[in-house]
T-cell receptor, first 110, second 113 residues
Framework: KNEVEQSPQNLTAQEGEFITINCSYS?????LHWLQQHPGGGIVSLFM???GKKKHGRLIATINIQEKHSSLHITASHPRDSAVYICAATIGGGADGLTFGKGTHLIIQP | NAGVTQTPKFQVLKTGQSMTLQCAQD?????MYWYRQDPGMGLRLIYYSASEGTTDKGEVPNGYNVSRLNKREFSLRLESAAPSQTSVYFC????????????FGDGTRLSIL
């Protein structure tokens, strides 16, 4: 089952570029999450969305409930943004956790 | 401020050996989770515990057992390790019983030979 799909799988960009990572889901969800996995393996929760848009520094996350689609944007990208970005959905009651996409491997070149 | 602590960080086992992965959180969270991460696949839930004293199977529970020892600790045991269990294992926690995980450990890289 692939209830959460991300694109692209891999993305290489130059420093300063505007980055967009997409996530689509096929079932009803109660919340959509974006996480960042550092090259060392640690995972950090960036955003949790149920509607609209959230912004934290250079990161912006949006969700369109009707279209079952979310995007993560990075403005003025920097090499330190290089990481795997993971989209995940809370499906149903959420007590059993998240359903994860496969991740987008982002490399920002200086 | 440790958050979620997993031990060990790395481990190599032979097929058939057993081991326990330890996880502890210091945030007084109710819910704890064990995931595995394999190349080309998203994180998959092995087991979770919505509160102290309860555990439930996730998507891929076969070959694993868990114990919610107390509110802080949630361990994952491989009774007879198999090469298919070679993976990176993550423990996570969240404050509410019905909330998905918000805090993750640094992972345990496990290789089964």
């Amino acid at each position: 089952k692939n209830e959460v799909e991300q694109s692209p799988q891999n993305l290489t960009a130059q420093e300063g570029e505007f980055i967009t990572i997409n996530c689509s889901y096929s079932v009803g969800i109660s919340a959509l999450h974006w996480l960042q996995q550092h090259p060392g393996g640690g995972i950090v929760s960036l955003f949790m969305l149920s509607s609209g848009k959230k912004k934290h520094g250079r990161l912006i996350a949006t969700i369109n409930i009707q279209e079952k689609h979310s995007s993560l944007h990075i403005t003025a990208s920097h090499p330190r943004d290089s990481a795997v970005y993971i989209c995940a959905a809370t499906i149903g009651g959420g007590a059993d956790g998240l359903t994860f996409g496969k991740g987008t491997h982002l490399i920002i070149q200086p | 401020n440790a958050g979620v602590t997993q031990t060990p960080k790395f481990q190599v086992l032979k097929t058939g050996q057993s081991m326990t992965l330890q996880c502890a959180q210091d945030m007084n969270h109710n819910s704890m989770y064990w995931y595995r991460q394999d190349p080309g696949m998203g994180l998959r839930l092995i087991y979770y515990s919505a509160s102290e004293g309860t555990t439930d199977k996730g998507e891929v529970p076969n070959g694993y057992n868990v114990s919610r020892l107390n509110k802080r600790e949630f361990s994952l045991r491989l009774e007879s390790a198999a090469p298919s269990q070679t993976s990176v294992y993550f423990c996570a926690s969240s404050g509410d019983r019905a909330s998905p995980p918000q805090h993750f450990g640094d992972g345990t890289r496990l290789s089964i030979l």
